[in-house]
């Protein structure tokens, strides 16, 4: 009997060291710096579910596959911390349970994070939100859906928690995302009873899943969002301490409209003050898991292309005020954004560079890789395969980054001698009739000859009139038995110092979840531009 008394208290003992061991959550969002989204990549989803391979899901909405590369080009960069939305709903079956490969592809991801020496945060992302179209979100800020939903939600927690269990204190867990009531209603919930008890229902349940699967989940670090992730004094608020442990991080979000300056400073003084009396005097500190240059009411838009002073201001003095009062900030997304995170290099360097300094004071010793750097910008990740009706999308974003005397270095095996071919059409897929291959003109169609298996290269160039129009509506390039290995665009970038040499119309064009073209968008989450936008 003594033997047993003394093993439990050893193993007691043992447990008390550990937990001691693993750092406090105020000390993880002091520790973990600056953040950044993976955003509009793990979290993609489409309602109708076209795809069938984890490589097309994480790629459904216009992000390339996620590279380790990408993720130490943010640390050098100097960012600490990367917040990896995820969205499951669509890789569960009836029971519940989570594809293997996909739990696998998040597994992969999670490690580009902590292998590169940074915090990772982890969540269930458009489980939850608004609904749109076809798409609706199965975790519900009500008693009812609750309800319903409780079992499947600890389910899929366990699975998660599970499945990471042995990673160390850089490894945070988030309960769920920006959750809304049965009637998508942002801030606040029509029933606010209901709403926000259902609020504090799903993060108990959340914390006390993960605390059960043992392991280093007893002492983890978990995170718990206001309803609809909201700032607002009310929604703070009515969010409760799931437990007193020392181990829990509140989350909210952050879109403001800033006008000017006067209004930028008193909107941060005042987001501030109110988090510090509404969220860290409850005992937990908090981080803004959102927050960009744009804003999405009264209507969807970003800063930095409207008034980039005033965006830099915004997020300098953003970043260093937040820092001041402990607050933890992940910037939603940008400043490398799809096709230049295959390179990857940033497309927003300024805004980077701006970030940085807030928090460090300085930029030295940190890196910024741009186009500007090698005048190239890979277009490509893998090799495709091109036929009649799908193929390779270079947007205008990518044209419009190069003076007019731009190159595409293109690569290709053909796959046969049967009617090889390979078209280029504009974004509209409206054939082009200013395309020129290695010095001839082709018109739209350049009929490839040569051996099957052997890879081939051409340059391809183009006329004023043809890279007007590919950089405002980019290019779609299709074909017929035929792979393309290799698609780099060459020139001379344009700079601050030189002009663009057209004027690129806006695309206000909208997408629901599913990625269908919305004329008039009623409230809730939409892509524009390759990004999340909220209508409220």
């Known amino acids: 009997m003594k033997k047993i008394l003394l093993f439990v208290c050893s193993l007691l003992i043992s447990m008390s060291a550990n937990a001691a061991d693993f750092e406090s959550a105020k000390d993880a969002v002091k520790n973990m710096g600056l953040g950044w989204n993976l955003g509009n990549t793990l979290d993609a989803n489409d309602a109708t579910k076209t795809w069938k391979t984890t490589e097309e899901h994480e790629t459904c909405w216009w992000q390339p596959v996620t590279t380790p590369e990408l993720l130490k080009m943010m640390k050098e960069a100097g960012f600490g911390a990367i917040r990896v939305p995820v969205t499951w709903y669509q890789e569960m079956d009836a029971n519940g349970k989570v594809n293997d490969a996909w739990m696998k592809r998040v597994k992969e991801v999670v490690d580009y994070v902590i292998d590169n020496g940074m915090y990772c945060l982890l969540n269930v992302h458009h489980d939850t939100g608004a609904d749109g179209g076809t798409f609706k979100s199965w975790i519900k800020a009500s008693g009812a859906n609750y309800t319903a939903n409780k079992a499947k939600y600890e389910g899929l927690w366990k699975q998660i928690a599970e499945t990471f269990k042995d990673y160390d204190q850089h490894l945070l867990f988030e309960a769920y995302n920006e959750m809304l009531d049965e009637k998508n209603t942002w801030n606040e919930p029509v029933d ?150 295959i390179q990857p290099i940033f497309n927003q360097p300024d805004l980077v560079k701006t970030l940085i300094n807030a928090y460090y004071g300085s930029t030295d010793g940190y890196k910024f890789p741009t186009l500007e750097d090698t005048g190239v910008l890979n277009c490509l990740q893998y090799e495709k395969t091109i036929a009649w009706g799908t193929g390779i999308t270079i947007n205008e974003n990518a044209f419009s980054l190069f003076e007019n005397n731009v190159k595409l270095q293109l690569s290709f095996r053909l796959e046969s001698e049967t009617e090889p071919d390979i078209q280029f059409n504009d974004g509209n897929w409206k054939h082009l009739s200013g395309v020129i291959v290695d010095g001839t003109a082709i018109g739209a169609d350049y009929n490839p000859q040569g051996t099957v298996g052997t890879e081939y290269s051409i340059t391809v160039t183009f006329s004023q009139d043809v890279y007007n129009k590919l950089s405002q509506s980019g290019m779609i390039i299709q074909g017929n038995n035929v792979t393309i290995t290799k698609a780099v665009l060459e020139g001379t970038p344009v700079t601050g110092i030189t002009p663009l040499r057209i004027e690129r119309p806006a695309d206000n064009l909208i997408y629901n979840l599913s990625g269908q073209r919305v004329s008039s968008p009623s409230k809730g989450i939409y892509i524009q531009n390759g990004k999340k936008i909220i209508i409220k």
């Open 192 to 341: 606010k009873t209901d709403g926000y008890k259902a609020i504090n229902d799903y993060a108990k349940s959340f914390v006390t899943v993960v605390r059960a699967t043992g392991g280093n989940n007893a002492q983890r670090n978990l995170v718990v969002n206001t309803y609809s992730a909201s700032n607002s004094s009310a929604a703070m608020k009515a969010l409760e301490l799931p437990e007193e442990t020392g181990h829990i991080v509140f989350q909210i979000h952050n879109y403001p409209n800033w006008k000017d300056e006067s209004t930028t400073r008193q909107l941060i003084d005042n987001l501030i003050s109110d988090i510090k009396t509404n969220l860290i005097s409850k005992g937990a500190p908090v981080i803004i898991g959102e927050y960009a240059t744009l804003t999405t009411w009264p209507a969807d838009l970003d800063y930095y292309d409207k008034d980039r002073k005033l965006a830099l201001y915004a997020m300098d003095y953003f970043v260093k005020k937040t820092k001041e009062a402990g607050i933890g900030t992940f910037y939603w997304m940008g400043l490398s954004d799809g096709i230049f995170r």
